[in-house]
């Protein structure tokens, strides 16, 4: 009778070790696809930051020519003998010349403006999309573990 009750614990023992293997290798499962989406998330994020500074930079610029053209000195624009800016507006020889290239630059301008907007929107969506991903996952690893836990029960 001992030894039945020895051998009983001494399978219940082998159960638990078993199921306590799974659990741990459910738990690095679940760890290795949380750093992946992490750093899909962190490799998007990036990617959008450096998309908004480039597209800010060259809002920045073309702001800097509207006003130059317009005639205010704007404090970005180094003070040279000739710039690439001044060559530009010596080539314009009327008033037309002067408005036909400040429409073409206000027209870039709003170009530049619905692209950072649509980039922007984008990397909204798509942080919710990856924060909305990894919910899910923790979520179903979280049920997942419930549910073995009521197994166990």
Known sequence: M???????????IQVLKEQMAGLQSDRDAAWESAQKWRKLYNTEAEQRRTDA??????????KADLHKLQGFEVETIAVTPVTAIQQEIEQLKSV????AKL????????RLLQALKTEQDNHAQTRNSLTTALGDAIDSLTRERA????GEK
């Not at 037309?96 to 408005?99: I, R, S, T, V």
């Not at 429409?103 to 709003?110: G, L, S, T």
């Not at 549910?147 to 009521?150: D, H, K, L, S």
């Open 147 to 150: 549910g073995r836990a009521e």
């Open 103 to 110: 429409i073409a630059v206000i027209k870039e301008r709003d």
């Open 2 to 12: 001992n030894q039945d009750l020895t051998q009983q614990w001494l399978t219940e």
């Open 53 to 62: 500074q480039l597209s800010q930079q060259a809002i920045a610029s073309l």
């Open 96 to 99: 037309e010349d002067l408005q």
